[in-house]
């Protein structure tokens, strides 16, 4: 069902007191940059229920970037909804946004405009990322047997260190930290 497209002063909307989305500096400086570029083009979905009337239920961030570029009207799409549902569909919007294809991306797109457009390069990391790491923790399990002993010595004193930490990788951090240790431990005769 499609649903009308209609302009609003972007005073009259109001920002949903449960919208869990923020920006950072970056994303901010992104968006405000595509809007600039583009205008409004994904339209604020906002409620027209008689005890929600005018509550942003998508785009919170474009109506707030909007608003310090000096933008009086927006595009809408209104609907009727009861507030649990309108919070569901807050987050809805938000969460089920899909992944990258990073394949598609890599090959069909340059990557100075994608970090132009707002990647950040550590995202085309996160692929790789996880195949290393598991690499790397079959790697250590054939690897911890064959240390020589300052090596794996440091690495046991570490170890109880390491579960300390949040991470998953925590033996790995502990493995390369008894690595860095053993390189700067003199080896007693």
């Known amino acids: 069902m499609l649903k009308k497209i209609i302009h609003k002063q972007i005073n009259d909307l109001i920002f949903a007191e449960y919208n869990p989305r923020q920006l950072?500096?970056?994303?901010?400086?992104?968006?405000?940059?595509?809007?600039?570029?583009?205008?409004?083009?994904?339209?604020?979905?906002?409620?027209?229920?008689?005890?929600?009337?005018d509550i942003i239920i998508g785009g919170h961030q474009r109506v707030k970037v909007a608003r310090t570029m000096?933008?009086?009207?927006?595009?809408?799409?209104?609907?009727?909804?009861?507030?649990?549902?309108?919070?569901?569909?807050?987050?809805?919007?938000?969460?089920?946004?899909?992944?990258?294809?990073?394949?598609?991306?890599g090959n069909l797109f340059e990557l100075d405009d994608l970090l132009e457009w707002g990647f950040d390069d550590e995202e085309f990391l996160i692929d790789l990322e996880d195949e290393i790491k598991e690499e790397e923790k079959e790697d250590f399990k054939t690897l911890s047997?064959?240390?020589?002993?300052?090596?794996?010595?440091?690495?046991?004193?570490?170890?109880?260190?390491?579960?300390?930490?949040?991470?998953?990788?925590?033996?790995?951090?502990?493995?390369?930290?008894?690595?860095?240790?053993?390189?700067?431990?003199?080896?007693?005769?």
């Open 24 to 53: 950072s500096d970056t994303q901010y400086k992104h968006l405000k940059d595509s809007i600039s570029r583009f205008g409004l083009v994904d339209p604020i979905i906002i409620n027209k229920n008689k005890d929600r009337k």
């Open 70 to 105: 000096g933008i009086d009207e927006v595009p809408c799409v209104e609907i009727d909804l009861t507030y649990d549902k309108e919070r569901e569909l807050n987050v809805r919007l938000n969460k089920n946004t899909g992944d990258w294809d990073f394949d598609i991306l």
């Open 145 to 189: 047997l064959k240390l020589p002993e300052p090596v794996y010595a440091l690495w046991k004193q570490w170890k109880s260190k390491a579960k300390e930490l949040t991470d998953s990788d925590s033996e790995i951090n502990a493995f390369e930290y008894a690595i860095v240790e053993a390189l700067n431990t003199p080896i007693k005769d």
